[in-house]
């Protein structure tokens, strides 16, 4: 009877799982697989969209500098504001669910995070390239975006709506399991911003969270900063409450039954 028991106690510890492993530092030569690998499991036409979207609004503003008289100028600085700030965020909101390799995912080496991250740089690069040289050619021509436009100034008036409606985009993504409703729950925020920035200014307290605040006249006002600071902390909530999603594998594998 012993010995039966210490054979079964064998074959038991035969057939546990014991992980391989990962390695800490990925090689240099598998990086470049690596990029090319989640560029193409991305939707590049969206990032065509993207670029020719730059373009289109680049065309826009050098017809109103060159053809809209006195007023050009002006004209050109609002679309400008408009293209720099709403930004292309929503894109992230289909970088993960919609994937149909999921459960591979989870299975591999890097994880689920580690894919997810990947992804998100990926595209986070593509709009920051894009966003700079659309910046550095309208800044050339003569647009101003404020009174007083610090890099610093310049750099959030980009990167926190992008932040804010990327993370919620992410959310609301992976809350409802559909990619498509995802990125427009994430629009929601700020079409609301847009068309109801008239009749909430009066409303001190909303001032924080106008996501269109510079585009809509705020640039100069001196709760400009406290308006990015406030967004700043909602995308880090959106965040964490990603990565508390992120952590329960068998709702974000029930999105692709």
């Keep these: 009877m012993e010995t039966s028991e210490k054979s079964a106690t064998r074959c038991t510890s035969l057939l546990q799982y014991e992980p391989i492993p990962a390695q800490q530092h990925m090689p240099l030569r598998e990086i470049p697989l690596w990029i090319f690998y989640h560029l193409r499991l991305l939707n590049w036409w969206l990032f065509l969209l993207m670029l020719l979207g730059f373009l289109g609004a680049g065309g826009l503003i050098w017809l109103q500098l060159h053809t809209g008289g006195s007023q050009g100028l002006s004209r050109a600085a609002e679309l400008s504001r408009f293209v720099m700030e709403p930004g292309a965020g929503l894109l992230a909101g289909s970088l993960l669910v919609s994937d149909p390799l999921l459960e591979v995912m989870m299975a591999t080496r890097a994880g689920i995070y580690g894919v997810l991250t990947w992804r998100y740089l990926l595209t986070f690069f593509m ?20 009174r007083q436009q610090s890099p610093l100034f310049l750099l959030l008036v980009w990167l926190v709506p992008v932040l804010v409606m990327s993370m919620l985009g992410l959310f609301s993504s992976l809350a409802t399991r559909n990619a498509a409703l995802g990125t427009v729950i994430a629009a929601v925020p700020l079409a609301g ?3 109801f920035y008239e009749k909430l200014l009066s409303i001190q307290a909303t001032h924080p969270f106008f996501l269109s605040y510079t585009y809509s006249g705020g640039q100069d006002a001196p709760d400009w900063w406290t308006n990015r600071l406030a967004l700043l902390g909602v995308a880090l909530v959106f965040t964490i409450w990603n990565w508390w999603l992120l952590r329960r594998e068998e709702r974000l594998l029930g999105s692709l039954q």
């Design 127 to 146: 709009l920051l390239l894009c966003s700079a040289a659309y910046l550095a050619w309208s800044r050339g021509l003569g647009i101003s975006y404020a």
């Design 193 to 195: 911003s847009l068309f």
